[in-house]
């Protein structure tokens, strides 16, 4: 956040943009935070595309010159007989050349190719990567640079937003609405350390939620809250939420 306030105060009094590294989801929120508190204003999030997990942070001042902090790639495997090169495969293969994560946004790999997978880059790596990478788990891998992500990638279904009603804003009462169970399951999930909150581990079954909130649980999946609303009859919470 310190960071993050001294490049607000360096795109204000200068009137020139700046933006960060990929941010994770518990990172954008800070980040949030930081821009509000330096009454900076002027600032967007974007990860390459529409629905991105990582996304940079941009501080744009009015009239300031634009820039485009992110670049694409493609990585085609030829596998020769071994196993295609997965997710983890090519972020592996992409740290390994000494690079920090925050250089690094999301991988999508293609469903109507499955030699074929993306990356969005920050732009000054891009070539340095599509240079460097030349295998990614036991395939030789070959790197171009392109102009954009295939619309398909990311342009699935639209996830459909459900709505339940809970008889408190408990993260178990919660977490137990949106994944179908009772609340003595989901206290298991917690007590197990299996369940997040914007990345960051849940204690407790009793901490309370709020809305933009996204659950993580290990081994089922993720859940974002998004709006609580107001009180049925018998005096229960209406919420929403997707799940990914």
């Known amino acids: 956040m310190r960071r993050v306030e001294e490049l607000c105060r360096v795109a204000q009094n200068r009137g020139i943009p700046r933006y960060t590294g990929f941010l994770s989801d518990r990172e954008q929120i800070l980040a949030e935070a930081a821009c509000h508190k330096a009454s900076f204003e002027e600032f967007r999030f974007w990860g390459g595309y529409e629905g991105a997990e990582r996304k940079v942070l941009c501080l744009e ?4 010159w634009q820039e485009e902090p992110l670049a694409y790639l493609q990585m085609l495997a030829a596998s020769g007989g071994e196993k295609l090169p997965g997710h983890r495969d090519y972020l592996g293969s992409i740290l390994g050349l000494g690079l920090d994560r925050a250089c690094l946004g999301d991988l999508l790999c293609d469903p109507k190719d499955a030699a074929s997978c993306y990356a969005v880059v920050l732009a000054d790596k891009q070539d340095f990567i599509a240079s460097e990478l030349t295998s990614a788990g036991k395939c030789p891998v070959r790197v171009s640079p392109c102009e954009q992500l295939p619309k398909h990638l990311y342009q699935g279904e639209e996830r459909a937003l459900k709505e339940a009603t809970v008889s408190s804003l408990r993260a178990d009462a919660v977490l137990a609405a949106m994944m179908h169970t009772s609340r003595t399951k989901a206290a298991d999930y917690i007590a197990a350390g299996r369940v997040e ?14 809305a933009r909130d996204i659950f993580t649980v290990r081994g089922v999946g993720r859940y974002q809250l998004v709006e609580i609303g107001g009180k049925s009859r018998k005096d229960r919470v209406f919420i929403s939420f997707f799940q990914y």
């Open 61 to 64: 001042p009015a009239d300031a």
């Open 197 to 210: 909150i914007n990345h960051l581990p849940l204690r407790a079954a009793h901490e309370p939620v709020y």
